[in-house]
């Protein structure tokens, strides 16, 4: 029934509305028929809740989660001796199997664990904690006979909006009959902290969105709850979107828009929060959201409601600006009217998508008529906009801020964009610009707007305004080389400009090493710098790199004898190190900007330190032989203040999530591809880079990237003497993609074979085939296409791997964790140690907080003898060319030893001396608890290495039959090269 706007009588006046700011998140009435038997919450729970279901509830204010496991809701019967784990992103899974801290307890019919909720929060960006319950260390208690509503794919998870009230996951409550509404923002919703001085504001359809930032009128004030509200007449906002009703988002700062990506979709549309009027009865009029173009002269009218059939199938209530409407047609939904227009060539050269519809006189199934006429843009369907999109080249000339020899040239790539302005700033902190550049489009859809060198100094601080049929926009530069932070301002640099410290390149006589001798160490520059003692001033930065003092990064690296160091990814990434560097640690895999080095890792950001301090420390790293290679992430963006996405997510975005973190990129598009290619090149030219690591390579369109002629153009840009090093993390299911593109991989086959092995005496007879650089899985051309490592940022370490499997004694952990690295750096290919390795650093697999990643300074006197066995190893790999052979070698090269034990293994190297001058390596393994009997080559061997440490020249001779003991190995060689 039709209800007036008059008589409508809202539950929620100003006063309930003050009371509800004012509370916590626990007002709603408590459903006891849900909880297990003696659970007791201090949070009210929402009707629909089913904690047994769930497997959680809150508790204490949302302070606490308590996990509730029942058997009978997994159909699954428990006996008095099963044990049940909560396992999840919070602690690396399976690795949680065992753990006391992870054990629930059984009250009554249920289990129960309670921890705080700081301790599970969310490990994986912004998504809610995922977690499952694990019977025993193997049973995985699969949520199949649970409601959907409680799990994210096949897991469950912890959603704290739940609990929530209404208002402050929707964004706004109405009063007064529908005269008011109270904007409402809850940073915990947003997974926002926010400081002291930091401002609230609400931009929308109708405050012209991004113009708002900074205007008072449209600023929250903070509620003594920690909310932040504002007032207004309902009249003042009633201007709709494409929804048909009035959209908005919340603004933190000068230009830090918070994400609804979390939110339930019915609080949201076009990626806005909406306030809706209708959810207190049918009192407004259908209003258009889009009119899509689905065929030449096919149009699709979508309505906020059910329509009148009449109203809806007059063609005279359509005018294209551009064009006729010939008929019009109600689908079946009742919602999508189908037009039939004039052709429009959407292929046409240059063409623009600027043509528009007016539509007026619709009313919905009851009557309720448009109040005026509403003008949309024309969108296009994703297959005809494939077509539109692929119709446009790549440009061969530079964007961004291009620096010219009178000028600086801002030049912007927007497909749809109406228009757009260069806003420029003298201060990073400045809300306000005190000048704005008009840009104008040109061929290809580049805008561009240019000024005098005079006006854009060096360091000069801009931003882009641009204008779509969504709203307004004020984005970062998606080539701007430095920024302030992910969500700042962009920064122009000149080329060839030395701020201090850097004072020009010394490398000159540098060359990166040939992939034959490459030892990469992987890290994170805040892991490496942030506790140790020589750069404690300057930790997590990349100065802390630079400093040359007994036992700093710099001088422990050169004296470990690795010669290539790989960095976690250096790009401008989302964090919230502005805040808390350590609370809000990250690895870097959320990159915001392509061009622009991270800025947390600078002294200066507003300064371009992260610019000169980042150059600095390449350079020192080439002086002291060290090459650095950079893990990118180009296969996803960040979620969060992503320009990329701002100014076409369907041009640089598939829509899809294989990534895993949102927002993966079409880098099949010409404009992607080009921004992939010209990021690379500019950090090989103007940061001397000698190589990459590509995060989830088969997601980049790696087939069509790393083409021949791509390579060699990058080659030609490196400016260092030496190859260029290129690494993919190749998951697909075609791992040879690749094969013979010089692009070396990842060998997770590697790293799982050899940690089963070493730990639990599996796949024994995979050892020798691994050592023979994974020939065996046909993926590689040779043994430079293979980088082996059994231990990475992703990867639970060797010491936890050990420990998992049960071996408690120090010597035999020790031991194994030493046989792995015999195999590594005994193998053919590319060797790739994670920082700690050295020292039997212990962590869980991927928990990506600080504490559990920061390098500790103290395992190196700990474990200083295991750190001079990972240096023997380096040295004598480094000394013998039959370890680090380029080429595959015939079979007669490689020998397996065999042993009547399943669990051991034993090989040779250069066994038919096919490599003249060279000795033969022979490497004898017991990982085992039993003894294990080989038979070694004929001759005498001598004992380089074995469990006790490195000989040297003053190892012992052996032949014949020999025997090892549980968690034995040997390392000899037969000619009498010992070193």
């Known amino acids: 029934m039709k209800k007036n706007k008059k008589n409508i009588k809202l539950k929620i006046n100003s006063i309930v509305l003050c009371t509800l700011i004012m509370c916590s998140c626990n007002s709603q009435n408590t459903v006891k028929k849900s909880l297990p038997p003696k659970i007791k919450t201090a949070v009210s729970m929402p009707k629909s809740f089913n904690t047994k279901k769930s497997g959680y509830t809150f508790m204490n204010k949302m302070k606490n989660v308590k996990f509730i496991y029942d058997p009978a809701a997994y159909h699954t ?90 208002e402050e996951i929707s964004g706004y409550l109405l009063s007064d009959d529908i005269k008011k509404v109270t904007f409402v923002f809850q940073p915990a919703v947003y997974d926002t902290e926010l400081g002291t001085n930091d401002e609230v504001f609400v931009v929308g359809t109708f405050n012209d969105w991004a113009e708002a930032i900074g205007n008072s009128d449209w600023k929250l004030e903070k509620t003594p709850a920690g909310i932040y509200t504002l007032e207004k007449n309902v009249e003042d906002i009633d201007l709709p979107g494409g929804s048909g009703y009035p959209e908005f988002k919340f603004v933190v700062g000068d230009g830090k828009w918070q994400q609804v ?108 008529k448009m109040k005026r006429k509403t003008t949309l843009p024309l969108t296009i369907s994703r297959p005809l906009l494939k077509k539109f999109f ?41 809300k306000k610009p005190f000048k704005k550049l008009q840009m104008n489009r040109g061929d290809n859809f580049i805008w561009s707007a240019a000024a005098s060198k005079e006006e854009i100094p060096h360091g000069m601080f801009y931003k882009f305004l641009i204008h779509k049929s969504e709203g307004d926009f004020l984005v970062n530069d998606p080539y701007t080389k430095a920024s302030v932070g992910s969500a700042g301002k962009s920064i122009v640099i000149y080329p060839g400009v030395k701020d201090a410290p850097f004072t020009g390149w010394t490398d000159g006589n540098y060359s990166t090493p040939s992939k034959d001798e490459v030892i990469i160490y992987e890290t994170h520059i805040a892991n490496l710098t942030g506790k140790n003692p020589a750069c404690s001033n300057v930790p997590h930065t990349y100065i802390a790199m630079t400093i040359d003092e007994p036992g700093s990064p710099l001088d422990y690296l050169r004296k470990l004898g690795i010669n290539a160091v790989e960095f976690l990814p250096l790009h401008e990434y989302q964090n919230g190190a502005e805040i808390d560097f350590k609370k809000h640690y990250s690895w870097g895999y959320m990159t915001s900007l392509f061009f622009a080095p991270e800025s947390s890792f600078s ?328 003894e294990t009997e080989f038979v070694l080559p004929k001759g005498k061997w001598k004992v380089v290495a074995d469990e006790k440490g490195f000989y040297g020249k003053n190892g012992k001779e052996i032949e014949g039959k020999i025997t090892l003991k549980d968690g034995d190995f040997i390392l000899g060689m037969q000619t009498g090269t010992t070193e």
């Open 390 to 430: 692929d119709s446009i080249p790549a440009v061969n000339f530079g964007l961004g801020a291009v620096i010219e020899k009178e000028k600086v040239e801002f030049r912007l790539f927007g497909p749809r964009l109406k228009s757009a302005e260069v806003l420029l700033y003298k201060k990073s902190e400045d």
């Open 77 to 166: 019967k428990m006996l008095p001796e099963d044990k049940i784990y909560v396992v999840g992103t919070f602690n690396g899974w399976q690795n949680a199997a065992g753990d006391k801290k992870w054990e629930m307890k059984k009250e009554n019919d249920v289990y129960i664990l309670e921890k705080s909720y700081d301790e599970v929060a969310a490990k994986n960006g912004r998504n809610f904690p995922e977690f499952k319950f694990l019977k025993n260390k193997n049973e995985w208690q699969e949520p199949a006979y649970i409601d959907k509503k409680y799990t994210q794919g096949r897991n469950l998870f912890i959603n704290k909006d739940i609990f929530r009230k209404q």
């Open 603 to 930: 002294t200066d950001p507003a300064g371009r330190k992260q610019v000169s301090e980042l150059k600095k420390m390449v350079d020192i790293l080439h002086k002291n032989g060290i090459a650095v290679i950079v893990d990118v992430v180009f296969n996803h963006t960040s979620n969060a203040d992503n320009a990329l996405g701002m100014i076409d997510s369907e041009y640089y975005f598939t829509g899809g999530n294989k990534s895993g973190c949102g927002n993966d990129t079409y880098c099949s598009r010409p404009m992607m591809r080009k921004l992939i290619l010209d990021s690379l090149g500019y950090w090989l030219s103007e940061y001397h880079i000698d190589g990459f690591r590509f995060d989830l390579s088969h997601l980049i369109d790696q087939k069509n990237l790393f083409t021949p002629e791509n390579i060699a153009k990058l080659e030609k840009i490196k400016p260092v003497k030496g190859n260029l090093i290129l690494i993919g993390e190749d998951w697909s299911n075609n791992r040879a993609e690749l094969k013979g593109t010089t692009v070396a991989r990842w060998n997770d086959y590697f790293r799982n074979d050899i940690k089963n092995f070493i730990s639990k005496g599996e796949n024994a007879k995979s050892v020798p085939k691994r050592v023979r650089w994974s020939k065996d899985k046909t993926f590689y051309a040779d043994p430079m296409e293979t980088v082996n490592y059994v231990e990475s940022h992703d990867e639970e370490t060797i010491a936890n791997k050990l420990k998992e499997e049960g071996w408690k004694k120090d010597g035999d952990i020790v031991n194994r964790a030493k046989m792995a690295g015999l195999i590594l750096f005994t193998s053919q290919g590319i060797p790739m140690i994670l920082e700690g390795q050295e020292v039997m650093r212990d962590k869980q697999v991927q928990l990506q907080d600080y504490e559990s990643n920061v390098f500790n300074w103290d395992l190196v006197k700990e474990n200083a003898g295991f750190l001079d066995f990972y240096k023997k190893l380096i040295s004598l790999r480094m000394n013998n060319p039959v370890l680090r052979l380029a080429k595959d070698q015939p079979n007669s090269f490689y020998k397996s030893l065999k042993t009547k034990n399943k669990h051991a293994a034993g090989y040779v190297l250069n066994a038919d001396l096919s490599i003249k001058n060279e000795p033969k390596i022979v490497v004898l393994l017991n990982p085992s608890k039993k």
């Open 261 to 368: 990506d979390k939110i339930n979709n019915k609080f949201k549309r076009n990626n806005n929060l909406w306030v809706n009027f209708d959810i207190h009865g049918d009192i407004t009029p259908p209003t258009p959201s889009k009119a899509v173009l689905t065929g030449k002269s096919r149009l699709v009218v979508t309505f906020s409601e059910p329509l009148n059939k009449n109203s809806a199938e007059n063609s005279v209530n359509y005018v294209l600006k551009e064009g006729t409407v010939k008929s019009a047609t109600l689908l079946p939904n009742l919602k999508d009217v189908k037009l039939v227009i004039s052709p429009i060539d959407i292929e046409a050269e240059n063409y623009v998508i600027d043509n528009q519809i007016t539509i007026t006189g619709i009313a919905d199934k009851n009557g309720v």
